[in-house]
């Protein structure tokens, strides 16, 4: 299983920014497709972004969509979600997400590998 730590959560008052990143511990992750999910105090895990092993194929929660941008850098392992014009509703832990076999899904139990997860609050 591969070690995922994400880093870059913190506060940020409404219509400002945040970036997020994740380390993957393997190489090999730069082969997989990885992701974003988010979980507020209360609320079931729910998908943010996801974006496949090469980069080209981008996907977006209709909630995050023209506002979040996910890329990845393989010679890194790694892959970042730009966060702009964050409002309340935006605050969660959010979760690096790998999985060995997919493509995409919206769906937490579908993926495989997971982080700790990074405290994201926006507050005024």
């Known amino acids: 299983q591969v070690h995922l730590v994400e880093s870059g959560g913190g506060l940020a008052q409404p219509g400002g920014s945040l970036n997020l990143s994740c380390a993957a511990s393997?190489?090999?992750?730069?082969?997989?497709?990885m992701g974003w999910f988010r979980q507020a105090p209360g609320k079931e895990r729910e998908f943010v972004a996801s974006?496949?092993?090469?980069?080209?194929?981008?996907y977006y929660a209709d909630s995050v969509t023209g506002r979040f941008t996910i890329s990845r850098d393989n010679a890194k392992n790694a892959v970042y979600l730009r966060m702009n014009k964050v409002t309340p509703e935006d605050t969660a832990v959010y979760f690096c997400?790998?999985?060995?076999?997919?493509?995409?899904?919206?769906?937490?139990?579908?993926?495989?590998?997971w982080g700790q997860g990074t405290q994201v609050t926006v507050s005024p």
């Open positions: 393997e190489r090999t992750a730069s082969t997989y497709a």
């Open positions: 974006i496949s092993w090469n980069g080209y194929n981008t």
């Open positions: 997400t790998l999985d060995l076999t997919l493509e995409y899904s919206d769906l937490a139990s579908d993926w495989g590998s």
